[in-house]
């Protein structure tokens, strides 16, 4: 299973949480979920990925997980996941490799508090820049 939902009052963080069992056709539902809250918006949100609860991956990542770039959305920020686990921390660093462009907006965090932290370490950022 895969639950998508804003992760903050602000609606700054779209978050999807990742329980094993999943499947690939519950990842391209949150794709499409996830796309209804950016597009609900007028400002920047970030994703947070959380896997902590859904280590499992079915085969043939490499194949689906190429298309989080053809997700890209102009409200999409950063994508931070949380707690990937072996397997799938080598095929998000090969990913990484394949697609070199992509390794500026995803960042890994080990908890989810680590990743609040991230994100709100770029909020904060983003205010200073504008």
């Known amino acids: 299973m895969i639950t998508t939902a804003w992760g903050n009052p602000e609606k700054t963080i779209v ?12 990842y391209y539902a949150m794709l499409d979920e996830a796309a209804l809250l950016f597009n609900s918006i007028d400002h ?15 085969g043939g990542a490499m194949t689906h997980l190429r298309q989080v770039a053809s997700h890209e959305k102009p409200r999409r920020g950063l994508l931070v996941m949380v707690d990937l686990g072996p ?13 070199p462009k992509m390794a500026y907006k995803i960042r890994q965090a080990n908890t989810l508090e680590e990743a609040y932290a991230i994100l709100h370490g770029v909020r904060q950022e983003r205010q200073q820049i504008h």
């Open 15 to 26: 978050t999807c949480t990742f329980i094993d069992p999943w499947t690939w056709d519950e």
């Open 44 to 58: 920047l949100a970030d994703y947070l990925l959380d896997f902590s609860q859904g280590h499992k991956m079915p």
């Open 87 to 99: 397997l799938a921390q080598g095929v998000v660093n090969l990913l990484l490799r394949v697609y």
